[in-house]
């Protein structure tokens, strides 16, 4: 491509917003800047005039005064984002961390639609471009060196953020070389680095966000401040589904501080709602007028509804065929006997998210612009003219939508949807000051959305000789595609719900897969590995009692069905060595295993576990081992992977969410409680990063913990759990 004329840079947050005539006026200034990304083909683009650049998104900045920024452009909510994605370029670009500054993107025109975290998929979907990224940089910036010394290209290497050229030791710095480098194309296809050379990729490394984050200067949302900013709180529905039908302020209004009281919606996939919002001077002063108002509900007959009866209702549905996600063989004509099949029925329930960080969000608006600061998983969505991101709801264009992304506390795909942000520019429309709407713990916990429980119908059929020939996997569950998209298909299997069902490596020749659909008006979203969190369970126990029928090991068992090299096989070899699984167990204890291979990655976990004498269990270790492919941070992957397996004790142990005419029965951490850190077993994380297909890290710690625990509370007690949440004083 045809390089542009060079223009000025000053600050980037400014310079995105002006127009090419503005860039043109400036020229002349402090010095050029380079910019280096990648276009949406994944190819490698340099330019010094962004602006121009369609569909480019750059990542690294260099300045002719010798400043480097490499942006990320996935959202930091605790998983090391802010980190990883500029190790990955600065191996390649040969700098190091300390030599660059870390910007998050704010859901900016020119960084694409991309700016997303969810799904494991910031690295996986991404490493080798970044790689590409730094690796073509790199090499532009030592052909310019060389054309100015007039020397070859193969005479001269990069180091530090500089050119060397090894015959004299003359060095000159990535700075001094933007314009020379501006001249010149980058290669589409450069030379990437042998990872045995890798100096920031595979090794224990610091992370940068951690000390902001430990000395109080990392903002998160709930942080922002803005002059002249006003506070409010939303009065919702106790009545899940239910909606505002007349309000009296009266009262709220006298308060001192209260600005207005007003109707706002909360928009949510296929679920509308409108509560009353208060605007008040302060928090405080906004949530003790809020308890003072007096509303009249509409509760369109959910008032009658309750979980335990919901649960019946699904157990009634399981009699349906349902729709057909996998048929592989013949299972329907094999016509076994009783004697050689086995029937399960699990449960699990529906969990909150518990973000540490609430909802919150602070919006402006000014005529036909709107300006937000926000903790949010989707900057892209916040910003983007995509049919479902927030311009549709809030009556702005998105050229005229403004965003402030902060750290993130606490994703967990609770902030993925943006139905709080709908709302604060709801009630920013009404006033001519920022508003900082904030949810309550209360809130977050009451109105959802929830994980949705999934009910799993499963059968297992084995030949004359023992070999399991036959598996059957039916969910009936509420839909997550329909809940949040109303133009989605229920005639269609909801391929979330079965999420990674059919899509296991044992090898049995026979499998049918399958998803009743059940209507559901509670809101529901992603949760931390979606439904593999509660798929894993069902599957993966179910397999455990396979091996019983079988009057097989658990673990011999599942690798007698890997009889092709695989990951599974693999992983699950090398956590039998790593847990020492084949070493006695005392009487009082035992252990158990189980994996989860899907969308986000693979990991396999060995849970031990004591009886006590009381009768209770106690969990004792937890082995994990996580087949990545590559790994950019290790020590940063056993975070991870530690705090999935606590999340998941949490999810497999302590109550779930239930409803009771129509209302919430959870309200806070004291009757939906989180893990102490007293309750933490010992966990021990191997790392395998073989090469190979690059797999993700924040989500697939957690599937495999619940099984694992079930399968080792069997192997103590005898005692077959089919149902979340199990209490650990009772099983």
């Keep these: 491509m045809g390089i542009r004329p060079a223009v000025n840079y000053s600050k980037f947050h400014s310079m995105i917003q002006v127009s090419r005539r503005r860039f043109i006026k400036n020229a002349g200034g402090a010095g050029i800047a380079l910019w280096l990304g990648i276009n949406v083909r994944g190819n490698t683009i340099i330019t010094t005039n962004i602006v121009e650049s369609g569909n480019f998104t750059p990542y690294i900045l260099v300045e002719s005064s010798g400043g480097i920024t490499i942006f990320n452009t996935k959202p930091e909510m605790g998983q090391g984002t802010f980190q990883s994605i500029p190790a990955i370029i600065a191996e390649e670009f040969e700098v190091s961390l300390d030599q660059v500054t870390i910007k998050n993107t704010n859901g900016e025109k020119p960084f694409g639609n991309r700016q997303r975290a969810g799904g494991s998929s910031s690295i996986r979907t991404n490493y080798t471009d970044l790689r590409k990224v730094g690796a073509s940089a790199k090499e532009v910036f030592i052909k310019a060196a060389c054309a100015r010394w007039q020397v070859d290209v193969s005479d001269c290497f990069a180091e530090n953020g500089k050119v060397i050229h090894k015959p004299t030791n003359k060095t000159i710095a990535y700075g001094e070389l933007v314009a020379d480098a501006s001249k010149l194309e980058l290669p589409k296809e450069p030379k990437l680095k042998d990872p045995k050379d890798f100096k920031i990729l595979g090794k224990m490394a610091r992370r940068p966000d951690v000390p902001l984050k430990t000395n109080g200067s990392a903002q998160f949302g709930i942080d922002v401040q803005v002059p002249g900013m006003l506070y409010a709180t939303v009065a919702r529905s106790p009545v899940i589904g239910g909606t505002m039908k007349s309000f009296d302020a009266s009262d709220a209004l006298k308060i ?37 108002l007096k ?37 329907d004509s094999l016509n076994l006997s009783s004697a050689k099949t086995i029937e399960a029925f699990y449960e699990t329930p529906m969990v909150a998210h518990h973000t540490l960080e609430p909802m919150n969000c602070v919006a402006q608006v000014r005529g036909d612009q709107v300006e937000i600061w926000t903790s949010t998983q989707v900057p892209s969505s916040i910003t983007g003219d995509g049919e479902n991101d927030v311009h549709k709801f809030i009556g702005f264009t998105p050229d005229n939508i403004k965003l402030h992304s902060t750290f993130v506390g606490g994703g967990l795909g609770r902030r993925l949807n943006v139905d709080y942000v709908i709302e604060a520019v709801g009630i920013a429309k009404n006033v001519s000051k920022p508003v900082k709407v904030v949810w309550s713990r209360e809130d977050t916990t009451e109105l959802g959305p929830y994980r949705p429980m999934t009910f799993s119908q499963l059968k297992g059929g084995f030949s004359e000789d023992g070999k399991l020939i036959s598996f ?80 097989k090991d658990p673990m011999n068992f599942r690798l007698e069905l890997l009889s092709k090299p695989s990951d599974l096989k693999r992983v699950l070899l090398k956590i039998r060595e790593f847990s020492n699984w084949d070493e006695p167990l005392p009487k009082n204890k035992g252990r158990g295993i189980a994996q989860w291979e899907f969308f986000a990655g693979l990991c396999a976990q060995v849970v031990e576990v004591t009886v006590r004498p009381d009768e209770s269990i106690h969990v004792d270790k937890v082995f994990a081992v996580i087949d990545l492919g590559e790994v950019v941070n290790p020590d940063n992957v056993k975070n991870q992977v530690e705090g999935a397996i606590v999340m998941a004790l949490g999810a497999a142990t302590k109550p779930g969410i239930t409803i009771k005419d129509g209302k919430c029965m959870q309200h806070n951490f004291y009757d939906n409680p989180l893990i102490r850190i007293q309750e933490v077993p010992e966990i021990e994380v191997l790392i395998l990063a073989e090469g190979g297909k690059v797999k993700g890290v924040g989500e697939p710690g957690l599937p495999a913990f619940a099984p694992a625990l079930a399968n080792a509370i069997f192997s103590a007690t005898g005692n077959r759990i089919r149902k979340m949440p199990f209490d650990l004083k009772k099983v």
Excluded at 508 to 515: A, D, G, L, Q
Aim: hydrophobic fraction near 35%; charged fraction near 25%; charge should be negative.
């Design 256 to 292: 001192s501080g209260v600005e207005k009281v007003i109707p706002v919606e909360r928009i949510m996939g296929r679920y509308h709602s409108v509560g009353v919002a208060v605007i008040a001077n302060s928090y405080w002063t906004a949530l003790r007028a809020r308890r003072t």
């Design 295 to 331: 509303i009249e509900w509409d509760n369109k007959g959910y008032e009658n509804f309750n979980t335990t009866e919901y649960e019946k209702h699904l157990h009634e549905l399981s009699s349906q065929e349902g729709l057909i996600d996998k048929n592989i063989g013949s299972v």
């Design 472 to 551: 059957q996997h039916k969910v009936i569950s509420p839909s997550f595609q329909e809940a949040m998209n109303p133009a989605f298909d229920i005639k269609k299997v909801d391929g979330t719900m079965v999420e990674g069902i059919g899509e296991q490596a044992y090898e049995i020749p026979n499998i049918k897969t399958s998803y009743v659909r059940a209507d559901f008006h509670v809101p529901v979203a992603a949760w931390r590995s979606v439904t593999s969190s509660t798929l894993a369970f069902c599957h993966e126990c179910f397999m455990d009692e396979l091996a019983q029928k079988a009057n």
